[in-house]
């Protein structure tokens, strides 16, 4: 044989060793892929559940609309419609079974076992850094009311930042899983558990109209010319003789107290209906 086709042979020979060196570490992390982005997407389930958590706390505390939603509610809200199958329709006390038209399709092992067991021991929802299952536990102290304190009379609280928390417990990958190149070993005693946070402001103030806002700020404590309305009769007329030769007005002095001349509203000739 030539020293050519020798060393075509050696050539060969070194890349089907390459490539069997390169395979037994790729085939592993592709093999592991479809379970990645399964737990990629409940993580991502998890973090839109926490804002859902939080962000139910602007419309529903123990301030506004009655006072907190119960925590039974509020957690099977989370569990059906961020955990159960995607297409679930968004209805008052509904909580998800367990059971496989309740699951999501998409979060299962390859043995078709759901990775979330339990929905009712598995999707835990709490409040506060110390995830307790208080709601008054899951506001953080602000110091609003050293500052501004006249914030009762605009009907503001001073409570601070309020947490939710979400927390799924993953069920393992079975023990009787044997998968090429001992791929899933890894994920049979991983424990994993994802929790995401969402902290806001949910005592914040909005008004739904022009009159709500005078409501709330028609008060001697924030609107102090409300007391010096008095004061008016004397210096519109003093306003009057200071604009001379350019003409006399005696009702163009400043609007004292008078929230109602500063309110913005759009005429209903200039709405489209």
């Known amino acids: 044989m030539s020293p050519r086709h020798l060393h075509q042979r050696a050539a060969r020979g070194q890349a089907l060793v390459e490539f069997l060196g390169l395979a037994l570490v790729l085939v592993p992390i592709l093999l592991l892929l479809p379970m990645i982005a399964k737990y990629q997407d409940m993580v991502h389930a998890t973090e839109m559940a926490a804002r859902y958590v939080a962000f139910d706390a602007t419309i529903r505390n123990d301030a506004a609309n009655g006072g907190w939603k119960p925590d039974a509610q509020l957690a099977g809200e989370v569990r059906r419609r961020f955990f159960s199958n995607p297409t679930a329709p968004i209805k008052t006390n509904d909580v998800p079974g367990d059971f496989m038209a309740h699951q999501n399709l998409f979060w299962r092992d390859p043995l078709n076992n759901s990775l979330i067991r339990s929905f009712g021991n598995d999707v835990g929802v709490s409040f506060g850094e110390t995830a307790s299952t208080n709601r008054a536990a899951g506001f953080r102290g602000a110091s609003d009311d050293t500052v501004f304190v006249n914030h009762g009379a605009l009907d503001l609280h001073a409570r601070g930042i309020f947490r939710g928390n979400v927390s799924v417990t993953v069920a393992n ?32 103030w909005t008004a739904r109209d022009p009159n709500d806002v005078i409501s709330h700020i028609d008060d001697p404590l924030v609107n102090p010319g409300a007391a010096l309305g008095w004061l008016k009769p004397i210096i519109d007329p003093a306003v009057g003789l200071m604009e001379l030769p350019g003409g006399v007005c005696m009702t163009c002095g400043p609007q004292i107290g008078q929230l109602d001349y500063w309110r913005e509203e759009v005429p209903t000739d200039r709405l489209a209906h």
């Open 173 to 204: 990958l079975p023990a009787t899983l044997n998968g090429p190149t001992h791929s899933y070993d890894g994920l049979k005693a991983i424990n994993l558990v994802l929790r995401r946070h969402v902290d806001l402001v949910p005592d914040a």
